[in-house]
């Protein structure tokens, strides 16, 4: 009788690195920091992720595509992948990986430091230059914010800061 | 969440129940009337904003009504789309039409109307998620700091646009100060907890009413202070209070409008 090897979490790991924002295909779930936990037991895989906007139309299909790319593992059998809200998603969660590869996506990433009056400041996301404006601090999406940058004359989106300070 | 649930008593059950559908019913149709300003917003950049307020309200709805659905009160799409009027929980305010016309035809909605409505609507709503951060209903709580971080912006957005129109023109101020007067004269259940509020209060799942409003009004304040004007009074009597199940035809209008496509297919996967 076969013996079905048993799942490792650093596998598991390895295909979430996998799993892109559908939304900025540059970024995965893991440089977001919305993974908060992964358990195995035998050949069962249980994956808590954090939302990062309550009304963020996105959630549903990362979690669909998070259980199918999990069920591409030969040696997994049961997925479950649940949402909670605690601890609460921050964007000091983002990896620095995570800025990279929003920058590559063309969205600045969220500042790190956010003034006292809830002000914030970001630098180009094309050509790094400090001279920008904010045209709206809502966009596209729920998570971003829409900018102008004044030395390449380019419209360019941020990933806005949400922390428990604001 | 189910552990959670069994050690619940009946009485406990349903002051978590109660509140939860009045924080859902609330945000659901601000929500809903915040969308059919899609398109008809002032300018672009506020068409941005409205929907992106709107779509952050209907998920803050949406987590509700989950809430709901863990503790057993029924699905949670169904919760949404299909309780009759009699059975909603909302302020009268939040189901108020957004002006003359219809949607599909001919909107001659009043945005002052919609900047008064939000803006004292969002203060609310905040001085209750601060609160609820402290709910000894653990996961209220943790929801209410998911909410509070979202909130931020669109606090700060409507905040903006009342002290802009309340500072322009001379017909700016009279349909901003006509829509004070109108959003007040429905404002007497926004911090009603309803015929369970013994219960909700004693459960310490939110401040009291008396607490609530004091801190609305404190929260206004400065902004009228730089305005120069008085802070409005809540009214005490209700003519019909929201929290109870009593509406206006407005609300009968929205639940046919928004329960439509639903309804088309309830089996249907969005």
Known sequence: MAISESVSTNRVFEVLRRVKDPEI???????????????????????????????????????????????????????????????????DRITEEGHK??????????????????????????CGSTYVTMENIFGPTACRSILYCKSCKNVFEAMKPVSTLL | MSATENVLTAEHKEAITSLLFQLADDDFLYAYRGSEWL???PHIEEDVASSSISQDSMGHAAMYYKL??????????????????????????????NGEGYYMETPNYDWAYQVVRSYFYTQAKKVKVDSLCQSSYQPLAEAAVKVKMELYYHRMHWETWFKQLLSS????????????????????????????????????????????KENWIASIK????????DVPTIPEKLANNGRNGEHTVDLDEALLTLSEVYKSDPVASW
Not at chain 2, 222 to 229: C, E, G
């Open chain 1, 25 to 91: 295909d540059s970024v995965s779930i893991i440089d977001l920091g919305m993974v908060e936990e992964v358990t195995t037991s035998g050949n069962n895989v249980k994956v808590v992720l954090l939302p990062t906007f309550l009304g963020c139309p996105a959630l549903e299909i990362i979690k669909k595509n998070t259980i199918e790319a999990i069920k591409q593992l030969p040696e997994v059998e049961e997925v479950e992948v649940e949402f909670v809200f605690h601890p609460p998603w921050t964007t």
């Open chain 2, 222 to 229: 400065p902004v009228f202070a730089a305005l120069h004007m």
């Open chain 2, 39 to 41: 398109g008809l917003a």
């Open chain 2, 68 to 97: 709901l659905e863990e503790l057993g009160a029924g699905n949670a799409d169904e919760l949404a789309h299909l309780r009759p009027a009699h059975e909603r929980r909302n302020s009268i305010l939040t189901e108020r039409v």
């Open chain 2, 169 to 212: 023109t001379d017909v700016a101020k009279k349909k901003m100060n006509d829509a004070i007067l109108r959003v007040m004269n429905d404002f007497g259940d926004m911090f009603s907890l309803g015929n369970q509020k013994q219960a909700i209060e004693n459960y310490k799942l939110i401040d009291n009413e008396e607490k609530l």
């Open chain 1, 101 to 126: 590869n929003l920058r590559a996506f063309g969205i600045a990433p969220p500042p790190r430091h956010v003034e006292e009056d809830g002000s914030w400041h970001v630098d180009c996301a094309y």
